[in-house]
């Protein structure tokens, strides 16, 4: 005759009682952090290189609230049609090897909207198409002469970070006819917003900007009025 089974001890029960208890937990956890993570984490955005005129998207899991990254970021070229035409055809000049110089074009966090920084201004005319072509990229073909007066300017003002300027640039392009009539009207619009923001500069006290400013403008227009 068989002996009756004996019963666990009940520190033995309260031990396995625990284990699953704690294997749970964990899993449950795991399961909340890892949604957390991939509904809020996510984080994606593009950046441009005004030296070399390429843009690229990135994206890479963090981990919400703290940002702390937790993937590698992935990166995947975006360079418009546009900006490509303009390396090509030597209106824009890189410097030797790969771009050093980033600025943020736009970052989105999550499910929220994607936040847009100053280098979009740009990427939006790079962009820009019109009856299905790409507008910059037609018109520096058609005009090639006002190209060679326009895009080195752009290019100059984008590594400043002056997109703020842009807007109104791609309007008086538009409205010239010529290269003599583009140069003038550029000239005359810069000298006017480069005296306007070193005098915001000097009446918020930032001197040294002002001053780094005033020598960027001098050594692209006429010199310019004391301020």
């Known amino acids: 005759m068989?002996?009756?089974?004996?019963?666990e001890p009940p520190h033995r029960a309260a031990g396995l009682a625990r284990f699953w208890v704690l294997l749970i937990s964990t899993v449950v956890l795991a399961g909340v952090l890892f949604l957390i993570v991939r509904l809020g984490g996510y984080v994606e955005g593009e950046e441009f290189s005004p030296t070399h005129f390429r843009s690229r998207t990135f994206t890479f899991y963090e981990i919400p609230l703290i940002h702390w990254q937790i993937t590698?970021?992935?990166?995947?070229?975006?360079?418009?049609?546009?900006?490509?035409?303009?390396?090509?055809?030597?209106?824009?000049?890189?410097?030797?090897?790969e771009p050093t110089l980033w600025h943020l074009v736009s970052l989105k966090n999550g499910g929220g909207e994607p936040v847009h920084?100053?280098?979009?201004?740009?990427?939006?005319?790079?962009r820009y198409h019109a009856g299905g072509d790409s507008y910059w990229k037609t018109w520096t073909n058609d005009h090639p002469e006002m190209a060679k007066e326009l895009w080195p300017t752009i290019g100059k003002l984008a590594e400043r970070e002056l997109y703020i300027l842009l807007p109104r640039l791609f309007e008086i392009?538009?409205?010239s006819e010529n290269p003599a009539t583009l140069r003038s009207l550029v000239r005359g619009y810069l000298q006017e917003e480069y005296k306007s923001l070193i005098r915001d500069m000097r009446d918020a006290g930032q001197d040294d900007l002002a001053d780094a400013l005033a020598a960027e403008a001098a050594s692209d227009l006429t010199p310019l009025p004391p301020t």
């Open 2 to 7: 068989n002996a009756a089974a004996k019963p």
């Open 72 to 97: 590698p970021i992935r990166r995947d070229t975006s360079t418009p049609m546009t900006a490509l035409t303009l390396t090509q055809k030597n209106l824009i000049t890189p410097p030797p090897g």
């Open 117 to 126: 920084d100053d280098a979009a201004l740009l990427m939006k005319q790079l």
């Open 173 to 175: 392009v538009r409205q």
